[in-house]
Each structure stands twice: as C-alpha cells, then as structure tokens.
C-alpha cells in the first residue's frame, strides 16, 4: 500500500512539473531581467542566451557572432557598466512587442532594443540590436518641426 502511495504521488509530481514547463513560458519582463541579470557579469553570455529563446538563431550563427564581437568591441571602449533602465515598450498586436533599453556605461550610454515576438504560447526574441546614437535621436526630437505646438492639426 505504501509503495503504491509513493508511486502515486512520484507521477503526480512529474506530471505537475510537465505541465508547469509546458505552461510556464516566460514573460518579457522574465526575459530581460534575466538577459540584465547575466549582463552584469557577462555581457556576451548575456546576448547568447537572448539569442537561445529562439531556436530560429541556430541557422543565423554568422550573423549572431558578428553581432557578439562588435557588442564586445563596443563595450571595451564604454568603462564601467553601471546599470540600465527601461526607456519605452511599444507593441504591434498582442504577440509582438519592442522594448528598448538604455545600458549606462561610464563613458556613455548604449541603447539595446529587443523585438520580442510570440508565434502560439511562449514568447523568444525575435531580433535584439543595439546603437551609440541616442543623442541624434534626442537632437531629432527637438527640432522645431516636431515640436507640438508647430504641428498642424
């Protein structure tokens, strides 16, 4: 009887975690606070493991350790990273979102932006890309042509 009890409740522990796994996906927010988490220590592993939620990357592995040694190129010439900070998320849908980080670096900093996209029940990274040119976007925005009180409505 006993050993009928264990046995019942081992298959009612696997089966929990099997579905815990299968329903369990990750948020965005899981995602990017856990590529940040990695980040701090390893940025390269960090990028590696944005790249993991998508299993499309596989067939990118060129492109993927370009992105990589130029991020690393980048990042050596920053000094010390310091933190980040979430700057906008925009969606298209409910299945695609983009969200945009600024990576503060002693020197300056670095913006990340990751398109996030989910095609049926787990969300993965669909593109992740990151620039050095946020001044000219800010310079951008203030030209007078954009500003709210030149618009024609």
């Known amino acids: 009887m006993k050993r009928q009890l264990k046995k019942l409740i081992f298959i009612a522990l696997a089966f929990a975690l099997c579905i815990t796994k299968s329903f369990g996906q990750a ?3 899981e995602i990017t606070d856990k590529f940040f988490s990695i980040y701090s220590k390893e940025p390269i592993k960090a990028v590696e493991y944005a790249f ?3 299993k499309w990357f596989d067939k990118q592995q060129d492109g ?3 992105l990589k040694n130029k991020l690393k190129n980048l990042i050596d010439l ?3 990273y310091y933190s980040y ?3 906008s998320e925009k969606t298209a849908g409910q299945n695609i979102i983009m969200t945009t980080f600024i990576v503060r670096y002693d020197r300056e900093p670095i913006r990340f932006t990751f398109l996030f996209y989910k095609a049926r029940d787990t969300w993965r990274v669909n593109n992740f890309s ?3 040119n946020i001044d000219k976007d800010l310079e951008e925005a203030t030209k007078a042509y ?3 009180e030149n618009i024609n409505w």
Do not use: F, H, M, P
């Open 27 to 29: 948020s965005i927010k």
């Open 78 to 80: 920053c000094g010390d």
């Open 85 to 87: 900070e979430l700057l």
């Open 64 to 66: 993927v350790a370009n």
């Open 146 to 148: 954009r500003l709210k």
């Open 52 to 54: 993991s939620t998508n």
């Open 130 to 132: 990151y620039d050095e």
